[in-house]
């Protein structure tokens, strides 16, 4: 099995996992799981954030094979199990945020639509939504909607403004420090910190377990982004901001964001939502970023969204 399991975190039942290679050549780790209930109602492709890995969404798993949904998902080359762009692991890198689009296709066409019943809906995370956003209209006839929790739309609370970010991001690529993490960043875990003061979530417990899952497997995680894939985010970011872009929009959209994030701006996630009549917003109030991982009362608000968007659930 490719896939990890963990005593507080077990491998959700019936699981199918492996390796695909996007047409590049970059081997991309997959999992897919059927839902027990012998009507299925479509499958979810489920993909995740920048940093984060398969396992780490078990529990979102379980959650919608109950619901009687299918679930497809894989990492993002350079994190997780899939192969890494430069020899030095730890760092999150893409010179472009169409790599992900090939990482995308392939999933497609090499896992969803030959394993998995139709309908299709993508739910993404952070980056993951961003780049369900980005390559929307090439997917405009594989999803029937989108569900986005906290897309990565515009940089938080970093202590630096986000046009003083992208002109330091562009002129340190330009320089020769694409491959570099950005300025404070490491080789470290983005959830090796302690609990208090995380930007992540407000719940101790999955807090805590995602911890203990990234310790036993260390070789899913990955450190900070580089320059280069802060600056390819910052043009993915742009491109989807693009006034043309609303227009061309044809999937119906959920996102679900937090006024209290951190890591991403709510007022960018705002500000795009209301550039395009696909688009449905719901703002919550006190949660981190990974509303997927939060307490239980944040989370029964996103699945409270999810399940009146989404048919079938």
Not at 10 to 32: M, S, T, W, Y
Not at 178 to 189: D, L, N, P
Not at 278 to 294: F, N, T
Request: glycine content about 10%; some cysteine; charged content about 20%.
């Amino acid at each position: 099995m490719s896939i990890y399991d963990h005593p507080d975190n077990p491998i959700p039942e019936g699981a199918v996992a492996g390796f695909i290679a996007a047409d590049d050549g970059r081997k991309l780790r997959v999992a897919r799981w059927v839902p027990a209930q012998s009507h299925k109602r479509g499958t979810v492709c489920l993909f995740q954030g920048r940093a984060e890995y398969i396992e780490k969404y078990y529990e979102t798993i379980r959650d919608l094979l109950v619901r009687g949904f299918a679930v497809a998902t894989l990492d993002w080359r350079g994190q997780g199990g899939s192969q890494r762009f430069i020899r030095k692991t730890r760092r999150g890198h893409v010179v472009d945020f169409d790599e992900y689009g090939l990482d995308l296709a392939a999933f497609m066409t090499q896992v969803v639509l030959p394993d998995c019943p139709p309908p299709y809906y993508g739910l993404g995370h952070s980056t993951g939504g961003l780049i369900l956003l980005h390559q929307a209209h090439e997917m405009r006839t594989r999803f029937r909607r989108y569900v986005l929790s906290s897309p990565f739309l515009g940089l938080g609370k970093y202590g630096i403004s986000e046009p003083a970010a992208r002109v330091l991001a562009s002129f340190l690529a330009n320089t020769g420090f694409s491959r570099s993490y950005i300025i404070g960043g490491s080789g470290r875990a983005v959830d090796s910190d302690p609990f208090e003061g995380n930007r992540l979530t407000g719940d101790l417990a999955r807090y805590t377990r995602n911890q203990s899952v990234s310790k036993s497997v260390p070789q899913v995680t990955v450190g900070a982004p580089t320059i280069g894939w802060l600056r390819a985010a910052f043009r993915a970011i742009d491109q989807v901001k693009h006034p043309d872009f609303a227009e061309r929009l044809r999937i119906p959209t959920l996102i679900m964001a937090s006024t209290s994030d951190r890591i991403v701006s709510p007022f960018e996630i705002e500000r795009f939502s209301v550039t395009s009549k696909q688009v449905h917003l719901v703002m919550m109030s006190g949660a981190e970023h990974e509303l997927l991982q939060e307490r239980a009362v944040y989370r029964e608000q996103f699945w409270a969204g999810f399940d009146s968007f989404v048919p079938g659930s």
